[in-house]
């Protein structure tokens, strides 16, 4: 069955601006995660979605949303770009949320590398 | 969750078996060690995890020390391809929510 996808592959936007990415999970598949790796920070959480709701979050500020769609595609927005903001955003579906406890295997998409100006 | 600790690169013969060592000594009895990799270019993807025994599956096998503060990642017969970036993450079983360090860059050479 088909992967994880994730549009655009690469992006470069401008300080200030706001950015939307897109992932499409796994069919049946109906958490998907967001995670931003950085070469200094390494790969953190940032949210899950599960059922067109918000259910995780990581440690990020509120220029970092998101949404999930019935079909179970998410999209990720940040607004007022900065520069920090320069990085691989990963997402990944799995199929129960995450806190369900047990093993719970998460399966990533390419990513977006995405490059502030 | 416990921090990791594992070497910055490693280099492997092709053919032969690689080694990958991480350190948890900080780890809790209800932490499980998982292992990802990924590939340049690619998204993580998991390989293997682990509580207290070990375990083997078709792309490799984890071995947990009996006191749980460090385990070893063994890819019996390393391939070019399994050139990458292999993450050992320890992780509350109640939430998986990885955060990954910089990992071990294995370097398979021919």
């Known amino acids: 069955k088909a992967g994880v996808t994730q549009t655009p592959r690469y992006l470069i936007k401008t300080r200030g601006q706001q950015v939307t990415l897109s992932c499409s999970p796994i069919s049946g598949h109906r958490s998907v995660s967001w995670y931003q790796q950085t070469p200094g920070q390494g790969l953190q959480f940032l949210f899950e979605y599960f059922s067109e709701t918000q259910r995780n979050k990581g440690n990020f500020p509120g220029r970092f949303s998101g949404r999930q769609f019935s079909n179970s595609r998410s999209e990720m927005n940040v607004s007022t770009l900065e520069l920090g903001d320069s990085a691989l955003y990963l997402c990944?579906?799995?199929?129960?949320?995450?806190?369900?406890?047990?093993?719970?295997?998460?399966?990533f998409g390419p990513g977006t590398r995405l490059t502030v100006l | 969750d416990a921090k990791t600790t594992q070497p910055t690169s490693m280099d492997c013969a092709e053919g032969r078996a690689a080694n990958l060592p991480c350190n948890h000594s900080?780890?809790?009895?209800?932490?499980?060690v998982y292992w990802y990799r990924q590939i340049h270019s690619q998204g993580p993807q998991y390989i293997i995890h682990?509580?207290?025994n070990n375990e083997t599956n078709e792309m490799a096998s984890l071995i947990i020390t009996e006191d749980r503060k460090s385990s070893t990642l063994i890819l019996p017969h390393a391939t070019l391809r399994d050139t990458a970036v292999y993450y050992c993450i320890v992780t509350n079983n109640a939430g998986n929510m990885l955060t990954f360090g910089g990992g071990t860059r294995l370097m398979v050479k021919p």
């Open positions: 990944a579906s799995s199929l129960i949320l995450l806190t369900s406890g047990g093993h719970n295997e998460q399966f």
């Open positions: 900080t780890i809790s009895g209800n932490e499980y």
């Open positions: 682990g509580l207290k």
